[in-house]
């Protein structure tokens, strides 16, 4: 592995890290209990702001022309399908992010579409989960790499 490669690897390491303490701060929004009120909805909203700059962050410096997912399909063809299922990820996460932080620039109106939010952000986390354990998993299979489970 090249030497710039190598710097390009450790900045999506650090990207990573930072994604998952969004993810982290959001789980933490979400527990709180809801009968807060403006209390949650403020945490929640700081949290999936967060996440979206954290994500977005993730996607522009993976899917960039001399980033990991080009170097991915260049050196290891075999891994191409993984690589898609990642970019593809990408694109829903994105658009799921976007669409909880359009409900809470709206406001969510009553006690069951609080609680859709919360499960949704839930399910959010959970995919985002398993795309960070697919990605290492994609890493580690291209460069024997391991690109660090924890913040």
């Not at 022309?65 to 290891?76: C, F, I």
Request: charged fraction near 30%.
């Amino acid at each position: 592995m090249d030497e710039s490669f190598a710097r390009h690897l450790e900045r999506v390491r650090a990207h990573r890290a930072e994604l998952g303490e969004s993810m982290a701060a959001l789980d933490a929004a979400l527990a709180l209990p809801v009968g807060l009120g403006s209390v949650w909805r403020r945490r929640v909203r700081a949290a999936l702001t967060e996440l979206a700059h954290d994500l977005r962050d993730h996607v522009d410096l993976t899917e960039a022309p001399d980033g990991l997912y080009a170097d991915l399909r260049e050196r290891e063809p075999r891994l191409s399908a993984g690589v898609q299922a990642q970019l593809t990820d990408h694109a829903e996460l994105l658009a799921e992010v976007d669409r909880l932080l359009g409900e809470r620039d709206e406001g969510v109106p009553g006690a069951t579409a609080v609680q859709e939010h919360r499960e949704a952000a839930t399910r959010l986390i959970g995919r985002l989960v398993r795309h960070r354990q697919r990605g290492s998993d994609l890493i580690h299979a291209a460069y024997d790499v391991d690109i660090g489970g924890s913040g």
